[in-house]
């Protein structure tokens, strides 16, 4: 499942507004285990809701970082970004048992 988690008028560590889209490749594992909770989690769900639950949450993810960093972190340390985005989904992802993949913000904007 590809993503396009976007946020919004987001203000960065020193205040600065900014509007940020990535990219994000989702699935769910296929280990047994945790295949077995992401059936208890989703199972009779539309693939809409599964979709909605999982952009909600790492667009969430995303604004809480953003708030951490500068504008020039963002922009400049697009690596760390993207990495620091990937450790604070550690633990959502096991819950939902979603794989991510996460991409270089695409869109960097700032607003009036």
């Known amino acids: 499942m590809t993503l396009t988690p976007k946020c919004v008028n987001v203000e960065t560590s020193e ?15 296929n280990e047994k285990e945790l295949l ?8 009779g769900k539309t693939v809409e809701h ?14 809480a970082i953003l708030g951490t ?11 760390q970004f993207a990495q620091l985005v990937r450790e604070v989904v550690v633990f959502f992802a096991f819950c939902l048992n979603y794989f991510l993949f996460m991409s270089f913000p695409t869109c960097l904007g700032g607003h009036q």
């Open 50 to 63: 599964i979709h909605q639950v999982v952009l909600l949450t790492l667009e969430g993810h995303l604004r």
């Open 15 to 29: 205040g600065v507004p900014l509007t940020v889209t990535c990219i994000a490749q989702c699935k769910i594992m």
């Open 36 to 43: 077995t909770i992401a059936c208890e989690q989703f199972l």
């Open 69 to 79: 960093m500068t504008v020039e972190e963002i922009y400049r340390e697009r690596d």
